[in-house]
């Protein structure tokens, strides 16, 4: 009973570690390469998540070649009735329909990332930011009144793409597949954060007016970045709403756009090594506070539903008293061609 819970506990956690890595990862390209300050990363995040629920049964009948006069969307229960046996015992189907669903949202998260662009072209940073806060609310509000798109404020049951793997290995699986798509994500962003075209957006970040006098355009590299980063964060949702089978217009904006930003502020803006631990630091200390705060019922002077919220708050108080620049500040990066270039000038200034 309790290994059955350590490991549920567990799961949970490399779970949630994983979405956020991604979401906490699309930011920092936003935010810690270009210094776009993306308070609107709950638009991309919902627009993977609401696209996913909205397309899974519908392409899975595509895919799976049924013909039938159900809703997908009005009636998802009966939807997955037909589909959840068939992608139970076609693991290539299943394994197909996913890779199609999370191609199809980060494309759909470059898009959302471009509609983005509009305000971080027109504005000044303080502008920028309160304009981004208040788009991520809009997705919501669609998905609530346009009913065709995850059946309104009731939302859809989403098939099972994890079903192959038996009931028992489920959310094992699910978990493996997010955490392999993180992994590649950090490894896509470390490596972009080496290339020229990170060093400009860092360049940029750092001085825009020097980056121009240097012919490079702020509007494209910054539409590269919210681009980039953008479709990031809507596969981090359309994964999220595939573990969860289910998804209603309720994504809020506290968890997924308010949290990341905790998250990068403790690991550190511009390091993925930084956001890395700052995004394991943090979930690990809310899945513990989560599983945790029954137990504190009674003995704090306050109603428990705050104790996330307030105990949060004040680690973020912390950091930005005590370490301002996160556990694993930005460090300069020096490419191959400048290392050789200095050490054959230091060579030279040491033969004379």
């Known amino acids: 009973m309790i290994l059955d819970l350590i490991i549920l506990f567990i799961l949970d956690l490399l779970a949630l570690l994983g979405v956020y890595t991604i979401l906490t990862l699309s930011l920092n390209v936003q935010r810690g390469y270009a210094g776009i300050p993306n308070f609107g990363l709950l638009f991309s995040f919902a627009g993977g998540a609401y696209i996913t629920g909205s397309l899974v049964a519908r392409i899975g009948f595509i895919l799976a070649g049924v013909n039938t006069d159900i809703d997908p969307i009005s009636n998802s229960v009966g939807a997955i009735t037909i589909l959840n046996p068939i992608l139970r015992s076609n693991a290539l189907l299943t394994i197909t329909l996913t890779i199609v669903i999370l191609l199809i949202s980060m494309l759909i998260g470059a898009l959302l990332g471009l509609i983005q662009l509009g305000p971080v072209i027109r504005l000044r940073i303080d502008y920028l930011a309160i304009t981004l806060l208040a788009l991520g609310e809009v997705l919501n509000y669609i998905a609530t009144v346009y009913k065709p798109f995850i059946n309104g404020a009731l939302g859809v049951v989403i098939p099972d793409l994890f079903s192959w793997a038996g009931s028992e290995n489920r959310f094992t699986v699910a978990t493996l597949e997010i955490l392999l798509v993180a992994l590649l994500a950090f490894l896509y962003v470390e490596y972009l954060g080496r290339t020229p075209l990170g060093r400009v957006l860092k360049a940029i970040r750092e ?87 029954q137990y504190l019922v009674g003995v704090l002077p306050f109603d428990i539903v705050w104790f996330d919220y307030i105990s949060l708050g004040i680690i973020m108080t912390l950091i930005l008293i005590y370490r301002p620049q996160g556990l694993l500040p930005e460090k300069p990066y020096i490419s191959r061609e400048i290392r050789e270039i200095l050490a054959r000038k230091n060579l030279g200034k040491q033969t004379h």
């Open 207 to 293: 001085n825009e007016i020097a980056a121009i006098s240097l012919g490079k355009n702020l509007v494209v590299y910054r539409a590269i970045a919210m681009t980039i980063g953008s479709a990031l964060a809507s596969i981090a949702g359309a994964l999220w709403a595939l573990y969860l089978g289910a998804i209603t217009p309720t994504l809020q904006r506290f968890d997924w756009t308010f949290l990341p930003w905790l998250m990068i502020f403790l690991g550190g803006i511009g390091n993925n090594r930084g956001v890395l631990l700052g995004t394991f630091i943090f979930v690990l200390v809310n899945r513990v506070l989560v599983y945790m705060k």
